[in-house]
């Protein structure tokens, strides 16, 4: 909390210019170690050095790939050879991308609108020093007015109005805006109560991006913040970003997704993926102009919007296209790794394959419809290629399915990827060289081994490649909001492929130990696939504790007559 | 849990258990033969030459001909042995050709089998103890296999046992194994295996069966796993459909 929460502090002294202390941090140092917190390692300069290892890592890995003395048969060897290509380029770009977190968006014009923020005289004037709400937000000495667009669509009562009254409490004058797309009348009165204005919109179709569009006829605020249901605004949302709209052009500045709810495995695997992404990523695409908006947390500027006619609705993923456009029509995105609101990551096994499945569509509906390495695009280089990053990003969640094929392939058809008289010490050396760098990032950046990133990573294909069927086929997939819509559905419904996998995984490592029981330690490709057998099954064994507890309050809703 | 998905996933677990059990088969199949990293078509050699240095005046045979024991190969004049047999030295009874009364000498085979190689040509001077033709034997084609084996394979080669030769036009030859020897490279056991095969030895010489061909040659293994009797019965079954 910045030392704009009077609560705790006086408040601010009267007297032209605007007081520093109304916006500074010096006063707060916990504000400092948050900000610092979130991507601290980004700043580091063992980072640098663990990069650079990993690169040379990920090179002499790709050369003993490579290395025709090394390939087996040609069948595994393509398969090997296409998975871990996939995952060597994108670790590359992914590494070069951190490498450049470091950068910090903000500027002096930035800390020099952030000093005259507010006017004090003026609010001293209203008598509304113990009401930061009501402060009148100035850039470059005009007032802006802001809207702050909540979007719900069914979700639960009690969430909604734990966002809006938040919203509404955030620092800045500003209006709050429920975008009701669940059209429920609750949620009206729920709004009326709190103090926020209701939307309800009479055509459906665009989902949240038709709703903050139709919002956009409405409302006409110079800049406007988009909160989905869940997240929970801080009180400086506004006082942190709109600074940067004091430049020109900029198009809006994001800030991440941060949850608060890692307690199942699935919302700390979930949680923690993008962890990697909000700290080190984002920041990073900042300094390519290439950070994009993830659809909350994020205040846009309206001329910019209206610049590429509203928000984008022909695609699942609105907030990535609509960045696209907005960088091809020349406008500047921020991005700052400071949490200014707090949501949930999806819970269940259910909720993070939807929530998986719709980014990951939009990112490969990116890359066949809109290849950003096209020339038709109006892109930089660094955009192009952090675009081409994003829409392909979610192949490497295919690459898992393709290595999961190789051991099988060697059991029974004894088909091997790489030569045999590579003696296993020497593949260790290089496999480790690889994988091995990948999780030391990945332990330093988030600070401790997240085994769940791990194993949500080695079992969400399905998702993938129904994402890439559905984004070449231009199938349209029914979306149910990421809240609970007729209750809690079984995981079952979406782990069918995962269970097969599993079946013939267990089966074929039966089949292994009992052929080559007698050298089970040496033959490398049985024990990949015990591994594998055994990573599925982890996963699999949440998904049945799932269903337990799905069906349990199924039983516990229909009696009452809910359901 | 719909409906439809206990469905889906009792198909698909029963349609998993389907692959397995298929590829278990295979799996076994390739368990039950090694294949052999190297083979070639080998057949003895019987080279025939001249005991005594002469002209070669006429070849009764050409290579690739079919030729018994006692058929004229090629006919020689040779002084040296008219000289011997005018003193008596050799008599015309104890040679292992014919000679003629005009002193003209006839190289008859000594075996069964195939000319391989005329190395004279009529007119031509042929030294004392010189090659000149070469026959392979009747009966001596076979496979030379180098076969690389876990140890413990080793001992599941038997002899007699079924040997499937794949010549390079993929024509499948039946055989059997007759001798093995064997030595270690790199803790694997190096076997050399010798197949005899029937029908090899009726096209000896002719076409793709000559000695010097590779071939892939796919040696059965004794087996004595659990799993032996279900995939005999799956053999069967495989030929009875007719596969």
């Known amino acids: ?563 | 849990m719909t409906w439809t998905t206990r469905l889906r996933l009792a198909v698909g677990v029963v349609v998993v258990l389907a692959l397995c059990a298929a590829l278990t088969l295979v799996l076994n199949r390739r368990m039950s033969q090694v294949t052999a990293a190297q083979a070639t078509i080998v057949a003895e050699e019987v080279a025939v030459g001249a005991d005594y240095a002469g002209t070669i005046v006429e070849s009764h045979v050409e290579p690739g001909d079919d030729v018994e024991q006692g058929d004229p190969l090629f006919t020689m004049r040779s002084l040296l042995l008219a000289h011997d047999l005018s003193i008596g030295v050799v008599s015309r009874k104890a040679a292992s050709y014919e000679i003629s009364r005009d002193g003209q000498m006839t190289v008859v085979s000594p075996v069964d089998g195939v000319v391989s190689s005329i190395l004279s040509t009529p007119g031509g001077f042929v030294q004392s103890g010189q090659v000149v033709a070469s026959l392979y034997r009747q009966g001596s084609t076979t496979v030379d296999a180098r076969l690389l084996l876990d140890p413990a394979d080793f001992a599941r080669i038997r002899q007699g046992a079924y040997v499937r030769i794949t010549l390079p036009d993929q024509s499948e030859v039946p055989g059997e194994v007759v001798s093995i020897a064997v030595s270690s490279t790199r803790n694997m056991a190096e076997a050399q295996v010798v197949v005899s095969s029937a029908t090899l030895d009726q096209q000896a010489g002719a076409g793709l069966a000559q000695p010097g061909t590779p071939v892939v040659a796919s040696v059965e293994l004794h087996d004595s796993g659990a799993m032996s009797d279900v995939d005999l019965a799956f053999q069967r079954f495989l030929q009875r459909i007719g596969l």
């Open chain 1, 1 to 563: 909390m910045t030392s704009l929460d009077t609560r705790s502090a006086p408040p601010p002294r009267p007297g032209p210019p605007p007081t520093p202390r109304a916006t500074t941090i010096q006063g707060d140092p916990q504000a400092a170690a948050r900000r610092r917190d979130a991507n601290a390692a980004a700043h580091s300069p063992s980072l640098m050095l663990i990069m650079l290892l990993a690169t040379l890592g990920a090179v002499a890995y790709a050369v003993f790939l490579l290395d025709p003395d090394h390939r087996g048969d040609w069948l595994p060897y393509v398969l090997v050879m296409v998975a871990e290509t996939i995952l060597l380029v994108l670790a590359l770009l992914a590494m070069w991308t951190v490498l450049s977190s470091g950068y910090d968006p903000r500027d002096f014009a930035y800390h020099q609108a952030r000093e005259r923020l507010f006017d004090t005289p003026q609010v001293l004037h209203d008598d509304a020093a113990g009401d930061p709400t009501r402060w009148q937000l100035y850039l470059g000495e005009r007032p802006v007015t802001v809207d702050v667009f909540v979007t719900t669509c069914g979700e639960d009562v009690d969430t909604i109005a734990r966002t809006v009254r938040a919203a509404v409490a955030v620092h800045g004058e500003h209006r709050t805006w429920v975008l009701d797309d669940g059209r429920s009348d609750e949620v009206r009165d729920l709004a009326t109560t709190l103090g926020a204005r209701y939307v309800r919109r009479l055509s459906g179709g665009g989902q949240k991006a038709g709703n903050v569009n139709h919002a956009l006829s409405i409302a006409k605020g110079d800049l406007f913040a988009i909160l989905d249901a869940d997240f929970v605004p801080r009180p400086e949302l506004l006082v942190e970003t709109v600074p940067f709209f004091v430049r020109e052009d900029v198009a809006f500045v994001q800030s991440p997704q941060t949850y608060g709810n890692m307690t199942s495995l699935i919302s700390r695997g979930a949680g923690y993926m993008q962890a990697v992404f909000y700290r080190f990523v984002q920041p990073g695409r900042n300094r390519f102009n290439a950070a994009f908006c993830v659809g909350t947390n994020v205040v846009f500027r309206r001329s910019a919007v209206d610049d590429i006619g509203g928000m984008c609705t022909d695609s699942k993923s609105e907030d990535v296209w609509t960045s696209l456009h907005l960088h091809e029509r020349g406008w500047r995105s921020v991005y700052i790794p400071q949490t200014l609101a707090v949501g949930d990551a999806p819970e269940t096994i259910v909720a993070y394959a939807k929530q998986q499945l719709r980014w990951a569509t939009g990112g490969f509906e990116i890359l066949l419809q809109h290849n950003p390495l096209s020339r038709r695009r109006e892109l930089t280089l660094d955009q192009r290629l952090q675009y081409f990053v994003t829409s392909t990003h979610y192949l490497s969640g295919i690459a898992p399915l393709l290595l999961l094929v190789v051991p099988p392939l060697q059991i029974y058809l004894g088909l091997a990827p790489m030569r045999l008289d590579v003696s296993p010490g020497t593949w260790a050396l290089y496999y480790l060289g690889f994988y091995g760098l990948q999780i030391a990032i990945a332990f330093f950046t988030l600070g401790s081994f997240r085994w769940e990133v791990l194993l949500l990573a080695a079992v969400s294909w399905p998702i993938y490649v129904k994402a890439f069927w559905n984004a070449l086929t231009g199938k349209q997939q029914a979306w149910s909001v990421t809240g609970r819509a007729g209750g809690p559905t079984s995981p079952f419904e979406v782990v069918v492929p995962q269970t097969l996998c599993f079946v013939f995984l267990l089966v074929t490592s039966v089949v292994g130990v009992w052929q080559y029981g007698g050298d089970a330690l040496t033959n490398l490709s049985v024990a990949w696939n015990v591994t594998n057998t055994l990573i599925l099954g982890g996963f699999l064994l949440t998904a049945v504790r799932e269903h337990r507890a799905a069906r349990g309050s199924r039983r516990a809703v229909v009696p009452g007559g809910v359901a």
